[in-house]
Nanobody
Framework: QGQLVESGGRLVQAGGSLRLSCVAS????????MGWFRQTPGKERELVAA????????NYAESMQGRFTISRSTDKNTVFLQMNSLRTEDTAVYYC?????????????????WGKGTLVTVSS
């Protein structure tokens, strides 16, 4: 079974920057789309950003566009999320996900693989 492990979440001050990493292992990932989602208590998990199998197409949620950047390593096994100009409302558990279908990945709950999440806390 494939495994995704996130890292990089921590406490950061509003206006600051943070970089999250997700390392995929346990199988071949070259044909998989990958992405980041986030969730806070009482709210549904929402898409943050997604990247296709070869890294040449990206998608962002409107509130993250211009502030966050998703990228992928050449070997396709690692995905990054660079977060700039962080706001208190960005506080959430951030999850890495993967699916062979771009459409399924962007549908959130339909993604085939999920990490356990990493907590990002943005303070005033």
């Amino acid at each position: 079974q494939g495994q995704l492990v996130e890292s990089g979440g921590r406490l950061v001050q509003a206006g600051g920057s943070l970089r999250l990493s997700c390392v995929a292992s346990g199988r071949t990932w070259v044909s998989y789309a990958m992405g980041w989602f986030r969730q806070t208590p009482g709210k549904e998990r929402e898409l943050v950003a997604a990247i296709n199998w070869n890294g040449d197409t990206t998608n962002y949620a409107e509130s993250m566009q211009g502030r966050f950047t998703i990228s992928r390593s050449t070997d396709k096994n690692t995905v990054f999320l660079q977060m700039n100009s962080l706001r208190t409302e960005d506080t959430a558990v951030y999850y890495c996900a993967a699916d062979i279908s771009d459409t399924h990945l962007k549908s959130g709950g339909r993604a085939a693989y999920w990490g356990k999440g990493t907590l990002v806390t943005v303070s005033s």
